[in-house]
């Protein structure tokens, strides 16, 4: 405000910066469990619910290792993940490379 930025200009350039590892953190461990939800959707509906709809890729994995019991597929399957997983991790690493500091010493 001393310098005459506007509203819009203090959330872009002072305090969006300023979260900006947080909102890394935050993002990468979002994708991770969106990616990793199970439990209550086979719970409310197993076997995909009506035509597949509530279907994923945790619940495919489990379906092809245990009920399938093709359980090199539903390696391949989680491998496929795993790799999927590290490469969103990756670009989410290159798109916030910019560190922020915060060094309060003078």
Do not use: H, K
Not at 40 to 64: H, K, M
Request: net charge positive; aromatic share 14%.
């Amino acid at each position: 405000m001393l310098d005459g930025a506007g509203p819009w200009q203090r959330f872009w350039r002072v305090t969006l910066p300023l979260l900006r590892p947080t909102t890394f953190f935050v993002l990468v461990t979002q994708i991770i469990a969106t990616f990793q939800v199970f439990d209550s959707v086979y719970a409310l509906t197993p076997n995909g619910g009506p035509q597949g709809v509530t279907d994923v890729v945790a619940g495919r994995i489990y379906y092809e290792a245990f009920e399938q019991r093709a359980v090199g597929q539903a390696a391949v399957m989680a491998l496929v993940l795993f790799v999927l997983l590290v490469a969103v991790t990756l670009v989410q690493q290159r798109w916030f490379a910019r560190r922020t500091t915060y060094d309060l010493s003078t």
